[in-house]
């Protein structure tokens, strides 16, 4: 039987990877069995997480797509051990995806977390699905969104990636919750420092600009 890994590692690949010097590394790992297969508790941890990701599809002749899909953390939900889905919702109306994957199911997901420093690929196929049960089960509670179909993606494998070269990023919200509470702290220590003092707190002084409170 085949690696799991061998979707991503065609003859050619193994072969570019032998001359350039990789190929015993990931050897060893096909010899395992390859990749990871089925959702795993880690896994399951970094989708908990995932407010963003990729979704690659393809014509039948191979021409590629990417359609970025985002939503509240975790609205890529694990439907079992094999299949991810997530609720489809209203964009620019191109359809593009839902063509190809009408034609071709073979799809990829690349998820990135740019807080910690980590990403996801995974292979394998999807389907669109318009079942109102299925969207209703999918939709993120609370979210405000228009629900237009649903996709489900049976995973084949997926890989982790190193964290080399990916930025450390955070969201706008999480960025700005931050500051906000170190503003207020440095506000309370401000205020215990000038109490300590004897002094006005620095934002209740009339004293004149440049001028310490008599």
Same mark, same amino acid.
């Given at each position: 039987m085949n690696p799991s890994s061998d979707i991503a590692f065609t003859p050619r690949i193994k072969a570019i990877q032998a001359e350039r010097g990789s190929r015993a590394a990931y050897a060893r790992q096909e010899q395992k069995g390859g990749w990871p297969t089925t959702v795993t508790p880690d896994l399951a941890q970094f989708l908990a997480e995932v407010r963003s990701f990729y979704l690659g599809t393809a014509t039948p002749d191979g021409q590629p797509y990417i359609q970025h899909r985002g939503g509240p953390k975790g609205f890529l939900k694990i439907v079992d051990e094999k299949t991810l889905g997530f609720a489809d919702f209203t964009g620019n109306r191109q359809y593009i995806s839902t063509g190809n994957l009408a034609d071709n199911p073979r799809a990829y997901l690349f998820l990135m977390d740019y807080v910690n420093r980590r990403r996801v690929k995974i292979w394998g196929t999807a389907r669109v699905v318009d079942d109102k049960e299925t969207i209703r089960r999918l939709f993120p509670e609370g979210y405000e969104a228009e629900p237009e179909q649903a996709i489900l993606f049976t995973i084949? @494998?997926?890989?982790?990636?190193?964290?080399?070269?990916i930025p450390q990023m955070f969201p706008a919200e999480e960025a700005i919750a931050a500051v906000d509470s170190l503003t207020a702290r440095i506000k309370? $220590?401000? @205020?215990? $420092?000038? @109490? @300590?003092?004897? $002094?006005t707190p620095p934002e209740d002084s009339e004293a004149a600009p440049g001028r310490a409170p008599a």
């Open positions: 084949a @494998a997926w890989s982790r990636n190193c964290p080399q070269h309370t $220590l401000e @205020a215990e $420092l000038a @109490a @300590a003092r004897g $002094l």
